[in-house]
């Protein structure tokens, strides 16, 4: 069974750096054709995808956000790590994390996590 | 960046009534276009792959269609516990988007 979890701080101040972990189980993120996402819903509004990164550590992010993500993985600990640096108001969202193999792309999804940022 | 316009943002309906919900791509994205439903504060569930694939589980009164551009998930025979947000996400090209979603009500 396939499950994963998104954790990391409730509340940002602008300017600082996020940082979220996604917590995952039943895969492991060394089989090929695997990859987990980060996927982002502000209040209100459509989603909207992060980053990504594969099996073979290759990477891809949004063009939008680019200068400001890095994604990583240890996958020992079952772990994606997603940074985001200089948070504004505009990035408070619920932030989610999710699953794909192959051409199965988001088949799994955590719960999310909200992350307001304000001072 | 290939833009996806979902609609309608909102829909009402009755047991056993039958709804469509379009997503439109701003450019031809073959098949590769997904469903999925979401209630609030729980995970999103996988319902349509490929455009018309039925992810095994999923109920069959679930249905996607559509190539290219214009894309439908139909929901048969509704039930009330379809009440849900559903969205639709295009992987044909990076950036992957999304539809602005559909809140589904049931009465």
């Known amino acids: 069974q396939i499950t994963l979890k998104e954790s990391g701080p409730t509340l940002v101040k602008p300017t600082q750096t996020l940082t979220l972990t996604c917590t995952f189980s039943?895969?492991?993120?060394?089989?090929?054709?695997?990859?987990v996402a980060w996927i982002r819903q502000p209040p209100a509004k459509a989603l909207e995808w992060l980053a990504l990164i594969y099996w073979d550590d290759d990477k891809r992010y949004s063009p939008s956000l680019k200068t400001r993500l890095t994604i990583t993985k240890d996958t020992s600990k079952s772990q994606v790590v997603l940074t985001m640096t200089n948070m504004d108001p505009v990035d408070t969202a619920t932030y989610y994390c999710?699953?794909?193999?192959?051409?199965?792309?988001?088949?799994?999804w955590g719960q999310g996590t909200l992350v307001t940022v304000s001072s | 960046e290939t833009t996806l316009t979902q609609s309608p943002a909102f829909m009402s309906a009755t047991p056993g009534d039958k709804v469509n919900i379009s997503c439109k791509a701003s450019?031809?994205?073959?098949?590769?276009l997904n469903w999925y439903q979401q209630k609030p504060g729980e995970a999103a569930i996988f319902l349509i792959h490929e455009a018309t694939t039925l992810v095994p589980g999923i109920p069959p009164r679930f249905s996607g269609s559509g190539y290219g551009t214009d894309f439908t998930l139909t929901i048969n025979n509704i039930e009330s516990e379809d009440a849900a947000y559903y969205f639709c996400?295009?992987?044909?090209?990076?950036?992957?988007?999304f539809g602005q979603g559909t809140k589904l009500e049931i009465k």
């Open positions: 999710a699953h794909s193999r192959g051409y199965d792309i988001f088949d799994y």
């Open positions: 996400l295009q992987h044909d090209t990076f950036p992957y988007t």
């Open positions: 039943g895969f492991s993120l060394s089989t090929t054709g695997i990859s």
């Open positions: 450019q031809d994205i073959d098949d590769d």
